[in-house]
């Protein structure tokens, strides 16, 4: 055996004054950094083990633990970072391709952070939502240009299907083998009461949440798990999942280890086996094959659904954009650079992509331009972190947003950024029995219909404070944002001006 | 320096006031619109006045009557000369002004009645119907000829504005030797504007016009919706978009002014839950399909047609605005003292709700 | 009556349960003084049974309507009350443990004193809900009224 390089990153603090010995932390880690030492009659922590998933921290009944990062380092400089250093260290030692989860955590400028929102003063009032009416009702879908009408002033139009959120927010796809049946029952029950959406993922549709089909969007992905005709007919509509924003022109990658029983069963696949998507869909090598599965899909399901096409941000998006609105497609999903991820390659993850900001400023842009953009809404994630983000993005132009990572916050994940483990201590990313208990659907749904009324009452507050009162006010209203520390070029590609002008 | 209309976008608060004589007879003289909104001088600080009156040009009503600001003489030849190519000329003059002390900087003043030439239209731009041809000249001499601004397109119309006071600007223009079955006046209270002749009000496009007190804060999401269908903001004011959210709505969409004052002061989703079922979804389809042409943030408008006028508040009543009606005349205001200004005895006086508009539509 | 009821689809294991109950009754307001500061610590009246297959469930008195614990008693030291909570008088209990014998759900237990130590539904502390109930991290422990069920 040879030397182990790697300094355990974290150190797990414990207040032996406080600690009472009841082993709730060696109970709850799946990581096994905790054990109780009988000779001594104390606690040990193996930390080379803990990933700083905060499960025991928050279940220790007498906080007697905190976890730091640990403060031993290396000889690093400027270039060579310690984490730059540990990443050859890892690869020196299995020669892999490094994997990751969840967004990058590099420090890329986050442009929400660099835009300021407007207030009413005097010319205008602002009102206040507690008072007055205020609405966050969008549809989703394509807007026909001319509504015909007969003699009797019957509409002869035929709509196109729309999908009708009460707010501007839905959870973004997260697959059932990716993430855990609990995971996924409290999405589907929230949405549900929130009148929201959630999203499959790739990885078909449990039996048992067939039932929650109104706010569900079925996802067909390129490894097509999962996909038969009462799976496209069951949801409110279908996302063909074209990229992904953390890992944009890669597949994925399901560990045949998360392939138990049900999720076997889910997916269509035997259990054990990996299941891996393909980096393109091999049926689409041009945006030519994007419209015949687009209506191959609706062909499926008698033009009743509409179709979204995700895509991940990348540099010729607006471009890429414009195709799928002529493609047939009734929604667009762009999934920016710092969205999530249950397992990506951590080079691609951290230097593939833009930032969802941008992407949406020049999507939207372009479509106008080509006056495009009422044959598609257009709906962005990756990293939507708070209200303000919301009101932000859908200012720009988004018709709605996916929030992934932040649901799963709210379910308990702390960001510890293990997923590709598989031993989720919150019962998350997980497919391990003992594991997935521990999200009870009854307090996860619970949590994020708290998450999302919460936002969408900051969202109504600031809508109000710029003499809003309805969200497709909001929508494009670019004149409401203004810029701080931001060059000529970056306000342009916003169309937006900078604070003071 | 500062930037005018077109440089940066302005708000400002209003005075409004409209007359219309039901049975259509043009009754109604220059003279007492500016009556009417000179008692609310208040509401306006100086830096725009104007007025619109429809049915005052009988000797022309077939020709299109363009009004045009010029900065200079180079814009007039060169306005001149685009429109002698693709127009009939029936008539040309000065629009008659009389000197006025506290009306300034006034720029030259034309009015044109005018024919499309067909055989050239056809040639040149096939499928474009006359109106969409007007449209487009009047985009056309605006945005690329430097120094000139057509500020009426209607027939049988005509706006008249300037920087000032509207009463001032009311016998700069001599409107008493005009005669409307319908009038509409502005008075502008610009928050910081040097003041420039074309950002005064009505707007107008064709023989739609618009005056408005408000500021709407749905502004850009609006004006980002109507310019994917060929329309240009050039000058980044309200009453603009208003303007051309209405031409689309009425004359691309076809709509009638009951279903575009739905639009764009639509009932909430409150009271859309309470209406009979095909009402609710005609009204859901329309508040899905023209989303972005939902106006919020105060306003109240009178938007001036052939044939009529409709007046209109926000959804939430954000502005003042009362009616009231005397033996076929229709009055409306911001304030009841400019209504009662003109007709002392006025009967019926109320105020509309918000987003209910006053649909006014004469006999002919 | 409401009682305690374990739903072992939740219940991960984790013994908090055991540790909030002991500390409600060890009459401490601080829980690290409680299991640290005294020789003996606080024993809960509910317990976590680990079976096979990751099933856990937490076992506590279930207050039955006609208690064998009670008939059973020889000095009168348990009683029901007025709202059915079976009692326990710890100055009559001679510590015969034949409650214990008699309980079919094997919910009793001994305390340091040798008297008997049983789930009271935290009447005589911190009222309201029962500690456990409050504390429980995954709401595997729920206070219902199930019209009897035990």
Same mark, same amino acid.
């Given at each position: ?5 790697i ?84 690869q ?10 969840? /967004?990058?955590?590099? $420090? &890329?400028? %986050?442009?929400?952070?660099? +835009?300021? @929102?407007?207030?009413? *003063?005097?010319?205008? !009032? ?70 929201i ?19 569900t969007?079925v ?6 798990? /999962?996909?038969?005709? $009462? &799976?496209? %007919?069951?949801?409110?509509? +279908?996302? @063909?999942?074209?990229? *992904?924003?953390?890992? !944009? ?29 393909p ?5 689409i ?59 990506a ?89 003992d ?12 949590r ?17 404070g ?36 | ?59 022309y ?16 030849e ?15 003059s ?28 056809q ?35 005509g ?95 076809g ?23 095909a ?8 508040r ?77 | ?6 739903n ?43 079976g ?20 059973g008693?020889?000095?009168?030291a ?37 008297t ?35």
């Amino acid at each position: 055996m040879s030397i182990n390089f790697i300094y355990p990153e974290y150190e797990v603090v414990r207040n032996e004054k406080r600690c009472i010995k009841c082993r709730a932390c060696e109970r709850q880690c799946a990581n096994e950094v905790h054990s109780y030492d009988q000779e001594f009659d104390c606690m040990e922590a193996q930390e080379s083990q803990c990933v700083d998933c905060q499960r025991c921290v928050t279940l220790c009944p007498t906080n007697a633990l905190k976890i730091v990062k640990t403060n031993n380092r290396y000889r690093e400089n400027a270039n060579w970072q310690q984490q730059t250093m540990e990443e050859i260290f890892r690869q020196a030692d299995t020669g892999g391709v490094l994997l990751s989860s969840m /967004g990058t955590p590099k $420090d &890329y400028p %986050n442009y929400f952070d660099k +835009i300021l @929102i407007n207030a009413s *003063q005097v010319t205008n !009032p602002p009102i206040d939502p507690l008072r007055e009416p205020m609405e966050s009702k969008v549809f989703l879908g394509k807007k026909l240009n001319k509504l015909e009408f007969d003699e009797n002033d019957e509409l002869l139009s035929e709509i196109p299907p729309q999908i009708e959120l009460e707010m501007p927010i839905m959870f973004s796809a997260m697959s059932y083998g990716s993430i855990s049946e609990n995971a996924h029952k409290s999405l589907a029950r929230a949405a549900t009461e929130l009148g929201i959406c959630y999203n499959t993922g790739e990885g078909g549709l449990n039996q048992d949440l067939y039932q929650y089909g109104a706010n569900t969007i079925v996802q067909v992905a390129s490894g097509r798990f /999962g996909v038969h005709r $009462d &799976y496209l %007919n069951a949801g409110a509509a +279908i996302e @063909i999942k074209m990229g *992904q924003g953390a890992k !944009p022109g890669i597949g994925g990658h399901l560990p045949g280890k998360k392939i138990q029983e049900k999720v076997s069963r889910t997916r269509m696949i035997p259990v054990g086996v990996d299941a891996i998507s393909p980096a393109p869909h091999h049926d689409i090598y041009s945006i030519e094959d994007l419209r015949q599965l687009i209506f191959s899909l609706k062909e499926a399901t008698n033009y009743k659904k509409p179709v979204i096409v995700k895509i991940a941000a990348v540099h010729n998006v607006a471009a890429i954009a414009s195709g799928i609105a002529r493609s047939g497609a009734d929604i667009i999903s762009i999934d920016g650079f710092r969205g999530g991820t249950g397992a990506a390659p951590t080079r691609i993850r951290d230097n593939v992509g833009i930032p969802i900001e941008l992407a949406l400023a020049a999507v939207d842009q372009r479509l106008r331009d080509e006056k495009i953009r009422n044959d598609v809404s257009i709906v962005v994630g990756g990293s939507i972190r708070n209200s303000a983000d919301v009101v932000k993005a859908i200012a720009l132009g988004a018709d709605a947003v996916y929030i992934g990572t932040a649901a799963l916050l709210a379910l308990g994940c702390h960001l510890c950024r293990t997923c590709h483990t598989g031993k989720c201590n919150w019962g998350i990313a997980t497919q391990r029995e003992d594991l997935v208990k521990r999200l009870n659907p009854d307090i996860g749904s619970r949590r994020l219909v708290n998450l999302v009324s919460a936002w969408n009452h900051e969202i109504m507050e600031m809508m109000g404070g710029m003499g809003i009162n309805s969200i497709e006010a909001l929508k494009g209203n670019r004149l409401m944002l203004r810029g701080i520390g931001m060059s000529a070029k970056e306000l342009e590609i916003f169309g937006i001006a900078h604070a003071g002008e | 320096m500062l930037k005018k209309e077109g440089e940066i976008r302005i708000p400002s608060g209003c005075a409004i006031s409209g007359i219309i004589n039901k049975t259509g007879e043009c009754s109604i003289n220059g003279s007492s619109i500016v009556k009417s909104i000179a008692h609310m001088h208040d509401r306006s600080n100086g830096l725009g006045g104007g007025f619109a009156g429809y049915g005052i040009y009988p000797e022309y009503a077939d020709q299109y009557a363009f009004h045009v600001f010029y900065e200079d003489m180079t814009a007039r030849e060169e306005t001149e000369r685009y429109l002698d190519r693709y127009f009939e000329m029936v008539n040309l003059s000065r629009i008659p002004t009389r000197k006025h002390p506290r009306i300034k900087d006034e720029p030259q003043i034309w009015r044109y009645f005018v024919n499309p030439i067909f055989t050239l239209l056809q040639e040149e731009q096939e499928e474009i119907d006359e109106k969409q041809f007007i449209v487009e000249t009047v985009f056309h001499i605006n945005t690329f000829i430097k120094g000139a601004y057509i500020f009426s397109s209607g027939k049988n119309m005509g706006v008249f504005k300037a920087v000032g006071f509207p009463e001032d600007v009311g016998e700069f223009y001599r409107l008493e030797e005009y005669d409307a079955y319908s009038w509409t006046a502005h008075g502008r209270y610009p928050t910081n504007t040097p003041g420039w002749w074309g950002g005064a009000h009505p707007f107008a496009l064709l023989d739609y016009s618009i005056v408005h007190n408000g500021e709407i804060s749905s502004y850009d999401a609006n004006r980002r919706f109507i310019e994917m269908f060929d329309y240009k903001c050039n000058l980044q004011t309200d009453t603009e978009v208003i303007t051309y959210i209405i031409d689309y709505l009425n004359r691309k969409q076809g709509l009638n002014y009951e279903n575009i004052a739905k639009i764009i002061a639509a009932p909430f989703w409150e009271e859309i839950k309470r209406m009979p079922e095909a009402e609710a979804k005609r009204i859901t389809l329309f508040r899905n399909t023209f989303a972005s042409l939902l106006i919020t943030g105060p306003f109240s408008i009178i938007l001036g047609f052939n044939g009529g006028f409709m007046a209109l508040n926000d959804r939430l009543k954000l502005r003042s605005m009362v009616t009231g009606e005397k033996d076929n005349i229709v009055y409306i205001a911001s304030e009841e003292c400019a209504i009662r200004a003109i007709c002392p005895d006025i009967e019926n006086i109320w105020a509309p709700q918000g987003g209910e508009p006053i649909i006014v539509r004469v006999n002919r | 009556m409401k009682r305690v009821y374990v739903n072992e689809e939740w219940c991960l294991g984790c013994h908090l349960c055991e540790i909030q109950c002991a500390f409600a009754n060890s009459g401490e307001t601080d829980m690290v003084k409680a299991f640290n500061n005294s020789e003996k610590k606080p024993i809960s009246r509910i317990t976590v049974e680990d079976g096979a297959d990751d099933i856990h469930f937490a076992v506590s008195c279930r207050h039955c309507d006609t208690p064998w614990c009670v008939k059973g008693c020889i000095t009168g030291a348990l009683t029901v009350n007025d709202n059915g909570v079976v009692q326990i008088d710890e100055t009559r209990c001679v510590g015969c443990r034949t409650c214990i014998l008699m309980c079919p759900y094997g919910c009793l237990t001994v305390g340091h004193n040798k008297t008997l130590l049983k789930c009271e539904l935290c009447v005589e502390n911190a009222g309201g809900e029962p500690s456990c109930v409050q504390r429980c991290p995954n709401n595997a422990i729920v206070f219902e009224d199930r019209d009897g069920v035990l």
